[in-house]
């Protein structure tokens, strides 16, 4: 696996091209038995910030929310997916950082977390409400905290943040 210049490793191009939706790149893991797969990923922050600094501070901010919910972040590495003029194009309309080459965006590589599949929503426990108002009251930094973006684990039983975009406020 290649790298660039910012440190992070490039990952192999897909069979299938990215979708834009994380669900949909989920659900073709699970029908086809992967453990991990990659899904592309927005950032926003302060335009200042290195992509780094970024990647760094949102693995803070990700850990605060677990500890806060008490919940375990979903297993995950960082990367440089090859994209496609369209796809590229999107996120760099999205606030892709500028510091990700021409050819290329933000992607993560992600465990499958084995959860049930129900078309009605679970609910979550109260204390992830009660851990989403205690992070953002701690001055949480993460722009996008959903009660949707958490899943519990069928093997372990432990409730899982699974969307690990860095996107930060301000």
């Known amino acids: 696996m290649a790298e660039l210049e910012q440190g992070l490793p490039i990952f192999e191009a897909q069979e299938r091209p990215l979708a834009?939706?994380?669900?949909?790149?989920?659900?073709?893991?699970?029908q086809n038995g992967e453990a991990t797969f990659v899904r592309p990923v927005f950032t926003s922050g302060p335009?200042?910030?290195?992509?780094?600094?970024r990647i760094?501070?949102?693995e803070i901010e990700f850990s605060r929310l677990a500890y806060h919910t008490l919940s375990v972040v979903v297993p995950h590495r960082f990367g440089?997916?090859?994209?496609?003029k369209t796809l590229e194009r999107y996120y760099r309309d999205h606030g892709q950082h500028s510091s990700?080459?021409?050819?290329?965006?933000?992607?993560?590589?992600?465990?499958?977390?084995?959860?049930?599949?129900?078309r009605v929503p679970k609910i979550r426990p109260y204390f992830i409400w009660q851990g989403m108002k205690h992070y953002k009251r701690a001055a949480g930094r993460l722009a996008d905290v959903r009660?949707?973006?958490?899943?519990?684990?069928?093997?372990?039983?432990?409730?899982?943040l699974i969307d690990i975009e860095p996107r930060l406020q301000g």
Do not use: C, K
Request: proline letters at 5%.
């Open 20 to 30: 834009m939706s994380a669900e949909i790149q989920y659900n073709r893991a699970v």
């Open 47 to 53: 335009n200042q910030q290195s992509l780094t600094t």
């Open 56 to 58: 760094r501070m949102a």
């Open 100 to 118: 990700i080459p021409e050819g290329y965006i933000l992607a993560a590589e992600v465990d499958v977390i084995p959860h049930d599949e129900a």
């Open 147 to 160: 009660s949707t973006q958490f899943v519990q684990d069928n093997m372990t039983g432990l409730w899982t």
């Open 80 to 84: 440089l997916y090859p994209a496609d």
